[in-house]
């Protein structure tokens, strides 16, 4: 009995393996027309198509020091701006944001990316140079950025994208400090602008041998462009001979500037130099003809009022003071043949400071960074080395742009510096020098 239930056993077990072994089209179905198993993937025959963007944008390994930029097939390359596009200094942070909008329509696409532009505000101020370089470094995707239009707004912003191993290329900070390395310096910073070394040389060689004045003033806001300008023709001044007999401060937004004024009256200046921005300048411009000592003083300023709305606030009492900035007399055809027309066509206006084609050039040299360090694989998708792109960057040499010839050192100035004086002449900001 043992045997025969052990038997018994063996032959149901048998039959359940063998209807476990019949094709899922039931039971009863021929063993002939099961389904023929697909084969594996890796068993799969060759194919012309390309691996998943996933896997390629994998094969391509990030080994920048600082990290990179993926960017997917598809997708835009984004950069940021960082300008003084609100408040009473819009006319210049807005002029620069017109000449990078003029660049990107120019450019097209990039490595077949196209090219997304995200604006932020810099406040034309250290607080809003801050909060427009946190938000721009917390979007991993953004690569770089066009920033800030204030020197006062690039400190502060040049720490934190630093830091954060982005880059930023200004087109009107003109600060001695920022590309001085004991100074503001700091590394993914860099300008098309001019360094005011050159421009307060520039005003000194001016007043003291085209003027002929030997007694000279100052008056900045304390912020690093003002201040940073100031001093920087103060020096040359005296280097040239002439003396400096009275340097002071005012608040960007002081209302009352007659004690000060009487103040410098009484020092016996000949020439009068306020290198300061809109708000300040006009009250400066509108109160000094009314201060006993400065009838007969040559009034001065620089290019954070070279603006319509400068000129609107000052009819009358701004005839005949002289303005210093960037000398707009390219010698190229383009900028008077087509930047200029492209301009008013996009924007109804004329240039409304003197920053346009340095901005345009900031983001050229942007774009041309990328294209040259960015990976590309067969479907497109990018990896930008940050590290990389500094380094593309500041060994910018010999390129030709609006502006003239430009070539980076290990600090970041790039410009090729060009300094006019400009004289208002019937309401117009007229070049007079050289």
């Known amino acids: ?227 940073g300008l100031a001093k920087a023709f103060s020096d040359a001044f005296e280097a040239k001979g002439g003396e400096m007999v009275a340097f002071e401060a005012e608040a960007a937004d002081a209302t009352n500037v007659e004690p000060l004024l009487t103040t410098v009256a009484a020092a016996g200046p000949e020439f009068l130099y306020y290198p300061v921005f809109i708000p300040l300048g006009s009250l400066i411009t509108n109160t000094a003809k009314n201060i006993s000592g400065l009838e007969d003083v040559y009034l001065a300023a620089a290019d954070g009022v070279q603006s319509p709305s400068f000129l609107e606030n000052t009819v009358d009492t701004s005839e005949g003071m002289f303005v210093s900035g960037p000398d707009l ?25 003197p920053f346009h084609a340095h901005a345009y050039d900031a983001t050229m040299m942007l774009l041309n960074a990328i294209e040259t360090v960015a990976q590309q694989d067969a479907d497109g998708n990018l990896l930008i080395g940050r590290q990389a792109l500094r380094d593309a960057l500041y060994a910018t040499s010999g390129y030709e742009g609006i502006t003239g010839t430009l070539t980076c050192d290990e600090f970041g100035d790039c410009a090729d510096p060009k300094i006019s004086v400009s004289e208002v002449q019937g309401g117009e900001f007229v070049r007079v020098w050289p």
Do not use: W
């Open 329 to 353: 007399a390219f010698s190229n055809t383009f900028y008077q043949d087509e930047f200029l027309p492209m301009y008013m066509e996009m924007f109804g206006t004329e240039p409304t400071a």
């Open 1 to 227: 009995m043992k045997r025969l239930s052990l038997l018994l056993v063996m032959l149901l077990l048998a039959a359940l393996a063998l209807v476990a072994c019949q094709p899922t089209g039931g039971t009863n179905a021929p063993v002939e027309e099961a389904p023929v198993e697909e084969a594996p993937v890796d068993e799969a025959a060759p194919t012309d198509e390309a691996p998943p963007a996933e896997e390629d944008m994998g094969a391509m390994e990030c080994t920048d020091a600082i990290g990179c930029v993926e960017i997917a097939a598809g997708d835009p390359i984004q950069i940021a701006s960082a300008l003084v596009i609100s408040g009473p200094n819009a006319d210049l942070g807005l002029d620069s944001q017109h000449g990078v909008e003029i660049a990107l329509s120019r450019r097209g696409d990039v490595l077949g990316h196209s090219v997304e532009l995200i604006a932020e505000d810099d406040g034309c101020n250290a607080e809003g140079g801050q909060t427009a370089g946190n938000k721009i470094v917390a979007n991993p995707q953004i690569v770089g950025a066009i920033a800030t239009s204030c020197s006062g707004a690039g400190v502060p912003m040049a720490q934190i994208i630093s830091d954060a191993g982005y880059v930023m290329i200004s087109p009107s900070n003109t600060s001695p400090a920022l590309t001085d390395p004991a100074q503001a310096f700091k590394p993914g910073y860099l300008r098309t602008a001019h360094n005011d070394l050159i421009q307060g040389a520039a005003m000194a060689d001016y007043a003291y041998d085209v003027l002929g004045v030997t007694k000279a003033a100052a008056i900045h806001d304390g912020d690093p462009y003002t201040e």
